[in-house]
C-alpha cells in the first residue's frame, strides 16, 4: 500500500504543439522523491484556462500535495528546500567550466596532433583556447559585460569603448596564438590588454579594498572579482612573453 503522505497530483499542459517543460521538471522531481503522481494533462488552451480560473493561478504547471496547493515548479522546489540561499552568491562554476574545458580541448588537440597530450603546444593552446571562451562568454551580451567591466577597468573607464573592444581584442589575440599566426599582432595585443587588466583588478581589489563582480566570463555572472579575474590577465600577459622569447 502506498503511503498516503507521499501521493501528489499535478497539473500541467500537454498540448499536440506544447509540451511544458516545466510540468516534466516538477514530475521527475516528484517522482525521484518518492511521490506516486496522479498526472493530469491539460490538452487543450481552454482546458488550461478554466483550470487557471478555477484555482486562481496564474500559471502552470500546479502540484497539490495533501490536499494543499504548492505551486509551480520554483514552489515545488522550495517545498523541497532546493535553491535555498543560492540568491546572488558567487560562483566559481563557470570559470571552472571553462578552464577544464580549455584543458580537454588542448589535451586533445596534442594528442591528435603529435600523438601525446602533454606537450609545450598543449599548455600554449590551453591558454590560448581559455582566452578565445572567455572571450566567447563576453560577447554573448556586450553591454552587460561592458557595464561591468567600467566598474573597474582603468583604461574602460577614460576611454569607454575600449570596454566594447576587450572581448574582440581577447578572442582575436587567442585564435591568432592557437594558429600561430600573425605573432606581431597577437603578442602585443596579448601583452596590452594583459597588463592594464591585471593592474585595474589589482588596484580595485588589493589597493582600494572593494567588493565587485567580475566581468570574466560575461556581465551576468556572479564570480567574484579577485585572483581569477587576475589569473586570467597574468595568463595573457604570461603567455604574450612565452610567444616573444619562445624558442623557435
Excluded at 503522481?37 to 500559471?59: C, I, P
Excluded at 571552472?96 to 606537450?119: H, K
Excluded at 567600467?150 to 596564438?177: C, H, I, K, N
Excluded at 585595474?200 to 588589493?206: D, G, K
Amino acid at each position: 500500500m502506498s503511503d498516503p503522505n507521499k501521493q501528489a497530483v499535478l497539473y500541467r499542459m500537454v498540448m499536440e504543439k506544447h509540451v511544458c517543460p516545466y510540468g516534466l521538471k516538477s514530475k521527475h522531481l516528484l517522482r525521484h522523491r518518492g511521490y506516486d503522481v496522479e498526472d493530469h494533462w491539460l490538452t487543450t488552451r481552454e482546458k488550461t484556462d478554466a483550470f487557471k480560473e478555477e484555482h486562481d493561478v496564474q500559471t502552470t504547471p500546479q502540484t497539490f500535495i495533501a490536499g494543499q496547493r504548492i505551486g509551480g515548479y520554483t514552489d515545488l522546489r522550495h517545498f523541497f528546500g532546493l535553491d535555498e540561499g543560492k540568491g546572488d552568491e558567487t560562483s566559481y562554476v563557470p570559470v571552472i567550466c571553462v578552464f577544464i574545458t580549455a584543458a580537454v580541448a588542448a589535451l586533445a588537440a596534442s594528442m591528435a596532433a603529435l600523438g601525446t597530450p602533454l606537450t609545450i603546444l598543449s599548455a600554449e593552446w590551453f591558454v590560448s583556447i581559455t582566452m578565445m571562451l572567455l572571450a566567447m562568454l563576453k560577447l554573448q551580451d556586450i553591454e552587460k559585460f561592458s557595464t561591468m567591466f567600467l566598474g573597474y577597468d582603468l583604461l574602460a573607464q577614460r576611454w569607454v569603448p575600449y570596454s566594447y573592444a576587450y572581448p574582440f581584442l581577447e578572442w582575436t589575440a587567442g585564435a591568432l596564438m592557437t594558429a600561430h599566426f600573425l605573432p606581431w599582432l597577437s603578442i602585443p595585443i596579448a601583452l596590452f590588454i594583459g597588463t592594464v587588466g591585471a593592474a585595474s583588478v589589482f588596484y580595485a581589489v588589493y589597493i582600494q579594498k572593494r567588493e565587485l563582480k567580475c566581468a570574466c566570463v560575461g556581465g551576468s555572472s556572479n564570480v567574484p572579482l579577485g585572483f581569477i579575474s587576475l589569473t586570467e590577465n597574468l595568463f595573457m600577459v604570461g603567455m604574450g612573453l612565452w610567444m616573444l622569447f619562445r624558442p623557435v
